[in-house]
């Protein structure tokens, strides 16, 4: 037997009693799904206990599908129902597209809220309450980790693409995660804040100017990935960068911005424990590179 189906062919199937589970999300099952299909999302961890409760004959025949059937979301469903138990599991072959392009039945939520999102001209202004930088710096025997408030900022998006912005970070706000020792916690942060690191009673704040955006080929259209490239400025260097970041629109018109990226600290002098300014450092060896990841959430005033 196939285990990919033609739509003709589930046609039959479902004639025959055979249950079909559109995998996708419910809001998009809500905007439009093959009639009788039932829906349980792959992407959620319990969706073998929403399959059991809406299928608990493990013998019934499922066909499964998603959207266009060009990712792995109907395979892996299929998967995950064979591992459970079921023995009957098959694919629709070009998913809900392929359906809806044979002129098959299909139905919709009048309710459900149709409008793609799309990344709308305008300027954003960056919400530093849901924005934050987190850090992660390292040595030979562990990594620190924390955040750094996002003091100020906008995106602004142009030709339906990210085109400028800028972001301020609030330097007097960094803080540690992993030590539990409230001693050792607040000894690495004045460690950080002194002028070994940041000097952030002379330079209280650092930022980066957004300067352009290159959209990847091939980058999904729900999260535009692309380069972005502008200048950061650390104490008193400003230095040119480059790194690959995700801009995605919102249903309620915010857009969300995710970046994770590693800098060489030392290109902003700031050089306490690097080797390749220091020797014999022992254990006051800290690596040169600090990773950041941005998350930005941003919204039209």
Known sequence: MSVILSCNELVHRIDAGAVVIDVMTPEEYAIRHVAGAKNVCIYEMVFLDHIAEQVPDRDTELIVYDATGTTRSAELARERLLQA????????????????????????????????????????????????????????????????TIQAGELVIANGKLSTGNIVLDMTTISNLDLQDPGWRDMLIRHLISDDFFAVERYPTSSFTLNGWEAQVGASPEAPQGIVTGELTIKDV????????????????????????????????????????????????????????????????
């Open 85 to 148: 138990g079921y023995a009957d599991v098959s694919i629709l072959s070009g998913g809900l597209a392929a359906w809806r392009d044979a002129g098959l039945p299909v139905e919709a939520d009048e309710q459900a809220f149709v409008t793609e999102p799309e990344l709308r001209d305008g300027t954003y202004r960056i919400d530093n309450e849901k924005s934050t930088l987190e850090w992660i710096g390292r040595n030979l025997n562990k990594r620190h980790y924390g955040r750094i």
């Open 238 to 301: 400003t230095r040119p960068i480059s790194f690959p970041a995700t801009v995605a629109p919102q249903q309620d018109g915010s857009i969300q911005a995710h970046a994770a990226f590693d800098i060489d600290r030392t290109l902003w002098n700031i050089c306490y424990g690097s080797c390749r300014m220091f020797e014999h450092l022992g254990m006051h060896l800290v690596h040169d590179m600090i990773s950041l990841e941005l998350f930005v959430v941003a919204r039209r005033p």
